[in-house]
């Protein structure tokens, strides 16, 4: 009985024994963000400073993997495990080896440009973008890596240009490298890979005081147009002029300045184009109180014999107040018989034209009056539509795999 039972320990120890040796090195890594900056919207790039500090944990017993994590041949697998970058700048490089807590590890300071898909919906953009650090050169069973603790900023003020950093997590990452082979069933190999995800969305306060505040201003500047007199229209065509000069510089500045070079439409073109209905309806309103006005100026001058009306014009105005009065009397039989001062020519047509000039006067003021409420009621259903349409919904996926499959050819 104790024979089988020291046998059964001795299998148990053995397997134990062939389990440690077969696990992977396990290295623990550690990162903080201490800088994000140079957003090229044009290159969908932009540049991040980040330390990290990476640790060997010895979880094997095997005589031959304690030799492996030594000198030299812990350095390269830290050397192995490089960031997905276009660009990658070393700023600090420090091994240390702790042989109380079994550990051998580096600190390191990098400057990446990382590469980033962003957004288009300006100004309600909001963008995901990824780091991965991969162990290249060794598979995930002979190499593993795993969070000491989840990157995190390097202080909560870390401020960027254009864009805040809403979020940072560290979704699952999977790097597969396909391997060719007759004899091999397997065509990809898994290396082990870490990944940040940076969630980026732009201040709406910052756009709304640089760009909806001001436009807004200019529109209601430009509506005041309809609450000045009527017959200054010099005050009228300066202030719309000013109101044109601005909206332009202001939709010209944010769009070329922070936008991002696309062929789609974009909140702010949806909002610079209501702009520019608005600024095209404004002009159309004022130049048709020009238009009446002008008219009415020009019938009240006629009343009045004025000498600024050429005599042809004033004659030929005068010949059709007086055929277009003596038909309208003859077909209503109203011709007094008190005698001819009461249809004198000069009386019809000075009350002729008194008349058209007051009708048109009137014309003029509603005209104002529809213009009023007219431009604010459009820009209030428009605007609504286009916040409503154009706001992005952030997003629910809480986990993102990402495999990258390489076709390697020998020679």
Known sequence: MLMVIFCMNLIHVGLTTIRKASLPATISIEMKIEYISNFDFIKQTFDMIVEVE???????????????????AATNRFYDIQFDAIRIDPIEFVTFTSNRMNTTGIKKKEKLTVACSFSHYIPFDRSTCMVRMIARDQSSDELLLTWKSPPKLYSASVTTPFLNVNEVTSPTCVHKIGLPSSSSTSTAVSHSCLAVRIEFNRPFSLVFYRFYLPSTLILFL???TFYVNRDDL?????????????????????LYSVSIPVSSVTPADVWCTLVAVQTALVIFFIFLSMIVEAEVKKCRELSIGSKNIRDESRSRHERRIIRKSTYTKENNHTISPQGKSACSYS???????????DAMSLRSARLDIVARFTCPIIVSFVAHDDVA??????????????????KITFY
């Open 389 to 406: 349409v154009c706001r992005m919904p952030k997003a629910k996926d809480d986990e993102y795999v990402e495999s990258l499959t390489t």
């Open 347 to 357: 009386t019809v047509v000075e009350s002729s034209f008194r008349r058209k000039a």
């Open 222 to 224: 430009s509506w005041l």
């Open 234 to 254: 010099v005050s009228r065509i300066l202030i719309v002029s000013f109101s044109i000069s601005f909206q332009l510089l202001i939709c010209s500045f944010f």
């Open 54 to 72: 990476a640790d060997i944990v010895r979880s094997f017993n095997t005589a031959e993997k304690l030799h492996l994590i030594h000198g030299e």
